[in-house]
């Protein structure tokens, strides 16, 4: 599994869009990118997975260059119901492997 | 949207006693796996399980643990002797078996388990 790397901690305001960075040089050809978020006293809970380009949901966007040795996940217009840990994790394709979960980044979202 | 539910959410118990830890995973889901995370720490994985049987543990899931499907429904995680270090919040997760994607995992609530 590719190692990932993320900022610890991320402050915002309300209406604001956060783009947060994850770096993952060693990620190999049949791995993809997924986020993940996880509120206090919770289970995280998936919010989008990508492969390459451009992806978007209802609640994110991830992009991801053309050497995917990095993927941002964008958050537009963030509430304080944002305010949670997002994890950046990277596995293969069609895996039931374990999820490697690192620190993740804080983002507190103030008023 | 379905959903896994985990009972109880909360559970204090002495140290050295066994506790039984319950999963609901979603229904036509055929991987499940256990978690837990120690207060202020990472997610850490315990066991993986398909096919009424243990994929993957950790070195975590030692001879104290054990998991089973007792039937079609339920995933359960048993702790057999509790140790303090086993405080923790317990979270059941389950995924599908379709192919082309990193499979998304679906986290219960979790079991906050309290040793004393």
């Known amino acids: 599994l590719a190692k990932t790397t993320q900022p610890i901690s991320m402050d915002s305001y309300e209406g604001q869009e956060v783009n947060i960075t994850c770096s993952h040089n060693?990620?190999?050809?049949?791995?993809?990118i997924t986020w993940y978020q996880q509120f206090p006293s919770q289970g995280p809970r998936f919010i989008i997975q990508?492969?390459?380009t451009k992806v978007t949901n209802e609640v994110a966007s991830l992009f991801i260059p053309a050497d995917r040795k990095s993927s941002t996940l964008s958050l537009p217009r963030v509430s304080l119901s944002d305010t949670a840990v997002y994890y950046c994790?990277?596995?293969?394709?069609?895996?039931?492997?374990?999820?490697?979960f690192g620190t993740g980044t804080r983002l507190q979202v103030f008023p | 949207e379905p959903e896994v539910t985990q009972t109880p959410s909360h559970q204090v118990t002495q140290m050295g006693q066994e506790v039984i830890l319950r999963c609901v995973p979603i229904?036509?889901?055929?991987?499940f796996y256990w978690y837990r995370q120690i207060l202020g720490q990472k997610v850490e994985f315990l066991v993986s399980?398909?096919?009424?049987?243990?994929?993957?543990k950790s070195e975590i899931f030692d001879d104290q643990f054990s998991v089973e499907r007792p039937d079609g429904s339920n995933f359960t995680l048993k702790i057999r002797s509790t140790k303090l270090e086993d405080s923790a919040m317990y979270f059941c997760?389950?995924?599908?078996?379709?192919?082309?994607?990193?499979?998304?995992?679906?986290f219960g609530p979790g079991t906050r388990l309290l040793v004393l």
């Open positions: 997760a389950s995924s599908a078996a379709t192919t082309g994607y990193q499979e998304t995992q679906y």
């Open positions: 060693n990620i190999a050809t049949n791995d993809y």
């Open positions: 990508g492969y390459k």
């Open positions: 994790l990277v596995g293969d394709v069609g895996s039931t492997d374990k999820l490697i």
């Open positions: 229904s036509n889901h055929l991987y």
């Open positions: 399980f398909y096919n009424n049987e243990i994929s993957e």
